[in-house]
Structures are given as structure tokens and as C-alpha cells.
């Protein structure tokens, strides 16, 4: 079975911390994407990839960066933490320029910043 | 810019009892619709698509038609159960840049009572 995997589940943080958040797939899929997903919001797209090296803005960057070093691992990064970025952060895939196949997604990480 | 409207929720029913969650969307040219489904301290898995007017798509007993006309994409389930219990999103794909990308709803708590 095809799988999107988020190193840590839950994530406790100080304000002003440099915060790394893991995403692995395991689908040799060419696109990556974080989301942030907060109550009454949905989703927002943060960043994505569509392929090593290469990225683009989504909807909310401000405040984040990433890392694509190779095709399977997908990092978004907290430059200086702030207690607004608490959230449940999600990762997801996909098949090349395929949205109509959908994305699949890892099972979220839930950062709180104090 | 391209953006989903899902019904606010909590939706509550009654075991047996028939769902319409309802999304209706703005978008140029001609998306891809979506409802994804995230139970309880999980991800969100696809849970059916549709890609062009008047199609149907279904799954698991859900069901949502795309219609152009009215912009909208409602899901349905004629006999709920308590394990569908959880959050659905609506969404639907924005062309451009250098892949496509999913816009998500705010999505909408489903609980079902025994």
C-alpha cells in the first residue's frame, strides 16, 4: 500500500525555535505539498514541490521555507517559531501533473508552539 | 481566485437517516471535483472524484454530481452509518503554474448517532 509518511505526530516547540517537519512518500510521485489545516480554515497550501529541488509558494508561505534534496523526502521548515503557527500540519503527493488522481496524504503532525 | 463554500457544520443525524452535504465552487475554466473524508486523528483519503460535467462519482455509498450549471458538487448518502462519522472536504483543482493543485473547503463535521 502506497504511503505518505510525517515523522512526528505531535510536536512541541518554543517561540523562536528553527522547526523541521519530515514528510517521506514512498510512490516515486513527482509532486509534494504541505498544507496547514486549522478549524474553520480547512486547508491552506503552505508550499509545494514538483520535483527535486524545485518549489513553489501556495496561499501562506510567510513564515516557512522547504526542502526537496530528493525525490521521496519533502521538508517544510519553521524559520523562528511563533505561537500563530500552531496547527496540525498535513503532507501530501501526487502523480506527476495528475490532480485529477488525487493526492494522498500522511496522517498530519500536530505542532504546538509555546 | 478559485475557492470552495461547503455548508457549516456540525451535521448531526440519526443511524439510517440521509446526508446532503453541500459545496458549491467558483472556478475558471473547467476544475476536477473532489471529496476527501478524515476520520478521527487521520489523514484525508480520497473518497470519490468527478472530472467533467454531469459525471457521477461514488464510492462507499456516496455519491456527488458535477454540475456546471449551478456550480455545485453536494454529497449524498441515502442511509447513514456511525462509522462515517468524521470531516469531508470538498474540493476542487487549480490549473496553472507548474502543476495542478487541490483548494480545499473548510470542510464539514458529520456525526452520526446510534
Known amino acids: 500500500d502506497v504511503k505518505v509518511t510525517q515523522s512526528s505526530r505531535y510536536l512541541v516547540k518554543r517561540t523562536g525555535e528553527k522547526v523541521f517537519l519530515e514528510c517521506v512518500q514512498d510512490?516515486?510521485?513527482?509532486?509534494m505539498f504541505w498544507y496547514r489545516q486549522d478549524p474553520g480554515l480547512g486547508l491552506r497550501l503552505i508550499y509545494f514541490s514538483y520535483d527535486v529541488k524545485m518549489k513553489e509558494k501556495g496561499d501562506i508561505p510567510e513564515g516557512y521555507s522547504v526542502s526537496r534534496e530528493k525525490k521521496e523526502r519533502f521538508s517544510l521548515i519553521l524559520e523562528s517559531a511563533s505561537t500563530n503557527q500552531t496547527s496540525m500540519y498535513l503532507c501530501?503527493?501526487?502523480?506527476?501533473?495528475?490532480?485529477?488522481?488525487?493526492?494522498?496524504f500522511g496522517s498530519g503532525t500536530r505542532l504546538t508552539v509555546v | 481566485g478559485d475557492s470552495v463554500t461547503q455548508m457549516e457544520g456540525p451535521v448531526t443525524l440519526s443511524e439510517e437517516a440521509f446526508l446532503t452535504i453541500n459545496c458549491t465552487y467558483t472556478?475558471?475554466?473547467?476544475?476536477?471535483l473532489f471529496w476527501y473524508v478524515q476520520y478521527p486523528g487521520e489523514g484525508l483519503q480520497l473518497l470519490l472524484k468527478?472530472?467533467?460535467?454531469?459525471d457521477k462519482g461514488s464510492n462507499k455509498g456516496f455519491e456527488a454530481t458535477y454540475r456546471k450549471e449551478t456550480t455545485s458538487f453536494h454529497l449524498e448518502k441515502g442511509s447513514v452509518q456511525v462509522s462515517d462519522s468524521a470531516v469531508y472536504f470538498c474540493?476542487?483543482?487549480?490549473?496553472?503554474?507548474?502543476?495542478?493543485?487541490?483548494?480545499f473547503g473548510t470542510g464539514t463535521l458529520l456525526a452520526v448517532q446510534p
Open positions: 501530501a503527493s501526487s502523480l506527476g501533473d495528475r490532480a485529477n488522481y488525487g493526492y494522498t
Open positions: 474540493a476542487l483543482t487549480r490549473h496553472g503554474g507548474a502543476t495542478n493543485k487541490l483548494i
Open positions: 472556478a475558471t475554466g473547467y476544475p476536477s
Open positions: 468527478a472530472t467533467k460535467a454531469d
Open positions: 510512490m516515486d510521485h513527482e509532486n
